[in-house]
């Protein structure tokens, strides 16, 4: 395992390249910022710098929206955002989802059949005013952006238009979601929600997708006027990070990094570990190809408590959540890592964006695959012996398991050593796996179990040529001969 140790502020990038200092005072200092960030944002795709470029989103906050001691306490808790509560089925301990549908919200048939005749033309006002303020962004025609909205609204348009320009936009389509609504608190005033398909960086992505509330005032016959664009705290994935936050972002081969303009300084080091991480994930994507690009946010101690809903335990340092599109988003907490864990934290995380399938897993029996996978990965080749949770693990197999694979998923109160000791064991699992019979042979077993949803039993005869039965007793006696 790498040190892992914080790199100086010039050593990503190439030359002396540095970010551009971001004017907090608004006026005339924030667009000649935003003319800055929107300079080095222009070209969509990515650069031929090899450590990547800075772009940071200057604004004025929106709208009413692992290191430290123990030393392995990342590795306990990394993944417990991707390990919450699944919202769809109600099952503790599986992948976090997003509300995806296709990339531009559910067929035009379900949308355009509902409401009356006056509705279904007010829809197609308000869209059209949706689609002017989408070629405005891709344009990188910021008046054209927030020329759609009511000036009270322009300001946070304004933020949300810098940090996307930042992260380089490079798809953004809009679907009204039904007919608008009256608002009957606010006369004159409508509700309308719109499903956005989104894409970073790569033109031809597939797009992620975000369910949004817009507010619009209509007068007359006159063009509806945007009066404000909810954040997506309705969905399970929560707000994104551009819809709430500035952002300063680096952009390189295989990742995206994105924090506040404050950690900024950060960038050149994280881009340099997340793209050495992506590396290693890469060989790890289930479902070919790998990701485009993975998107990490560096997440400053009031971003934690904001970004994607928020609510993480105090000891979490990262987790990974499906935003749709095959993508996974990764969000590391600033305030709980050591520079030492960075690099298998960013390895074990970009794993879960390459291996996992869109729609996360739901049975918690397979916990340990998916988190032994991850750890697999981030150990990175080391020898079993140079496993960090070695002495987790030995702890648990020694006292208070069962013995049983599928039932090692932790409870969400249980302690760091319980934690980490399930890791260790799911880790311990997967290396005698693929000692046994390969890589690959074990990513077409995580395939059938976890993007199939195969039972464990059908998987292993297929895959392995032998009865799961035989093969759990023999990773369970070999783990307790490595721990024991």
């Known amino acids: 395992m790498t040190d892992g140790d914080e790199r100086p502020a010039g050593a990503a990038a190439s030359g002396d390249e540095q970010p551009a200092t971001v004017p907090r005072d608004g006026g005339s200092a924030v667009q000649g910022a935003l003319a800055a960030a929107e300079d080095s944002a222009s070209e969509p795709g990515p ?18 929206v692992g290191g430290g001691p123990p030393t392995r306490r990342w590795r306990l808790w990394a993944v417990l955002g991707l ?38 033309q007010l829809r197609a006002r308000m869209a059209a005013q949706l689609d002017r303020q989408a070629a405005a962004l891709l344009d990188g025609d910021r008046a054209g952006f927030l020329a759609v909205a009511e000036p009270a609204a322009r300001p946070a348009l304004t933020r949300r238009y810098a940090a996307l320009r930042a992260l380089r936009v490079t798809a953004w389509r809009p679907v009204a979601d039904g007919v ?42 006159s063009e509806p006027w ?16 551009w819809e709430v936050s500035d952002l300063a972002v680096a952009v390189g081969k295989r990742a995206v990094v994105a924090t506040t303009p404050a950690l900024r300084g950060k960038l050149p080091g994280l881009l340099a570990q997340a793209e050495a991480a992506a590396t290693v994930a890469d060989l790890y994507a289930v479902s070919a190809p ?12 009031a971003e934690w408590q904001r970004w994607y809903g928020g609510g993480r335990p105090k000891w979490t340092a990262g987790y990974a ?27 074990h995380e970009l794993t879960h964006a390459a291996s996992l399938p869109d729609g996360g ?8 695959l998916v988190e032994g996978l991850a750890e697999y990965a981030g150990a990175d080749g080391q020898p079993v012996d140079r496993y960090e949770g070695l002495a987790e693990a030995r702890k648990l197999v020694r006292g208070g398991w069962n013995g049983r694979l599928d039932a090692l998923a932790p409870a969400d109160d249980a302690s760091d050593d319980r934690v980490g000791g399930a890791y260790g064991i799911g880790y311990l699992a997967v290396h005698h796996l693929v000692d046994r019979f390969g890589e690959q042979r074990v990513l077409d077993f995580f395939r059938a179990v976890v993007h199939e949803r195969r039972s464990m039993a059908e998987a292993a005869d297929e895959v392995f040529g032998e009865p799961w039965s035989g093969l759990h007793d023999d990773c369970v006696a070999y783990l307790r001969a490595v721990a024991g």
Do not use: I, K, M
């Open 47 to 64: 650069r031929s710098d090899p450590a990547g470029e800075l772009a940071t989103a200057p604004g004025v906050h929106p709208f009413v």
């Open 83 to 120: 390990v919450l509560v699944l919202v769809a089925c109600g099952v503790p301990g599986v992948l976090l989802l997003g509300l995806v549908r296709d990339a531009a919200g559910r067929p035009a048939a379900d949308r355009e059949d509902r409401g009356t005749a006056a509705e279904r």
């Open 226 to 241: 945007l009066t404000a664009v909810e954040e997506s705290r309705a969905t399970p994935a929560g707000a994104r990070p």
């Open 361 to 368: 897993y739901a049975d918690r029996s397979s916990w340990w």
């Open 180 to 221: 608008p609504a009256a608002d009957d608190r606010r006369p004159g005033e409508w509700r309308l929600t719109v499903t956005v398909g989104y894409c970073f960086v790569v033109p031809g992505c597939t797009p992620s997708s975000v369910e949004l509330g817009t507010r619009w005032r209509v007068a007359g016959d």
């Open 321 to 347: 959540v499906g935003v749709g599109g095959g993508h996974h988003d990764v969000v590391l907490n600033a305030q709980s890592l050591t520079p030492g864990g960075v690099d298998d934290l960013l390895r």
């Open 290 to 301: 790998p990701p485009d690009r993975y998107l990490v946010y560096y997440a400053g101690r």
